[in-house]
């Protein structure tokens, strides 16, 4: 008797965000076979106290919606999540946490415990979104199957604990979502990262985490890497509704 394993069959990339420069912020959804919904991130706060800090020139938000009110569109509510995975607490990736109460968010170990202990300004901002009492955090510890054909990459650098995911599915082959580890197309490489941003909090892990992604992609043979906020590649993407199967 044949089992059929169950497999990744969609990937949406939601845009969560425009910053008025052009880059964006994105989340992610991931539909199985068996019916599961795997959210990647949650973007900015939509609250007014967030949106009311000032920002630098030419950082305004732009296009802020919730990943609520994109889910709403196939018909999923935050009850409908089994999983949401926190690749790291950054403002623009954590701001809806809150809204999935009912799911398992799964972090790293070592950056849940920098976050909570830490008090970096950078988390400060959504603190209350992601450390909320009601949330279910599940902590592990580097690269982790989080179900067939999702594997949670460990590529701290950023920050403690950052990580990227891995989908593969079967049209489109092997998905990277490098998330901030690379943040643009140069990041990936190292011979051409740079740190002139200083966003990175330890860039010789970050240099060691773009070596791994650099050899996985290699390795893997991935199809297509997603970057966390290249406003080159962006407007090249299937974006949500659209999906990669």
């Given at each position: 008797?044949?089992?059929?394993?169950p497999?990744?069959?969609r990937l949406?990339?939601?845009?969560?965000?425009?910053?008025?420069?052009?880059?964006?912020?994105p989340?992610?959804?991931?539909?199985t076979s068996d019916?599961?919904?795997?959210l990647?991130?949650?973007?900015?706060?939509?609250d007014?106290?967030?949106?009311?800090?000032?920002r630098?020139k030419?950082?305004?938000?732009?296009?802020?919606t919730?990943a609520v009110?994109?889910?709403?569109?196939?018909?999923?509510?935050?009850?409908?999540?089994?999983?949401?995975?926190?690749?790291?607490?950054?403002?623009?990736?954590?701001?809806?946490h809150?809204?999935f109460c009912?799911?398992?968010?799964?972090?790293?170990?070592?950056?849940?415990?920098?976050?909570?202990?830490?008090?970096?300004?950078?988390?400060?901002?959504?603190?209350?979104?992601?450390?909320h009492?009601?949330?279910?955090?599940?902590?592990?510890?580097?690269?982790?199957?989080?179900?067939?054909?999702?594997?949670?990459?460990?590529?701290?650098?950023?920050?403690?604990?950052h990580?990227a995911?891995?989908?593969?599915?079967?049209?489109?082959?092997p998905?990277?979502?490098?998330?901030?580890?690379?943040?643009i197309?140069?990041?990936?490489?190292?011979a051409?990262?740079?740190?002139?941003?200083?966003?990175?909090?330890?860039?010789?892990?970050a240099?060691?985490?773009?070596?791994k992604?650099f050899?996985?992609?290699?390795?893997e043979?991935?199809?297509?890497?997603v970057?966390?906020?290249?406003?080159?590649?962006?407007?090249?993407?299937?974006?949500?509704p659209?999906?990669?199967?």
């Open positions: 008797m044949n089992i059929t394993q497999t990744p069959i949406y990339l939601l845009q969560l965000a425009l910053i008025e420069d052009g880059t964006p912020i989340g992610y959804l991931i539909q019916g599961k919904n795997i990647i991130d949650t973007g900015y706060p939509t007014e106290t967030f949106l009311s800090r000032e630098p030419g950082r305004s938000i732009l296009k802020l919730s009110d994109q889910l709403a569109v196939l018909g999923l509510s935050p009850r409908d999540i089994q999983y949401l995975v926190c690749t790291h607490f950054d403002s623009d990736h954590s701001g809806g809150d809204d009912w799911s398992e968010l799964v972090v790293q170990r070592a950056h849940y415990e920098f976050a909570r202990v830490n008090g970096h300004e950078r988390l400060a901002l959504t603190r209350p979104h992601w450390d009492p009601e949330l279910r955090y599940r902590l592990i510890d580097g690269d982790t199957a989080l179900v067939p054909g999702v594997e949670l990459i460990e590529t701290g650098g950023h920050m403690p604990g990580q995911v891995l989908v593969r599915l079967p049209q489109t082959g998905v990277l979502l490098a998330i901030d580890a690379a943040a197309e140069s990041d990936l490489n190292p051409t990262r740079t740190y002139e941003n200083g966003l990175d909090l330890d860039p010789a892990a240099m060691e985490s773009a070596r992604m050899e996985l992609v290699k390795r043979g991935v199809a297509l890497t970057f966390g906020h290249d406003e080159c590649q962006w407007p090249t993407l299937k974006k949500f659209e999906f990669y199967d």
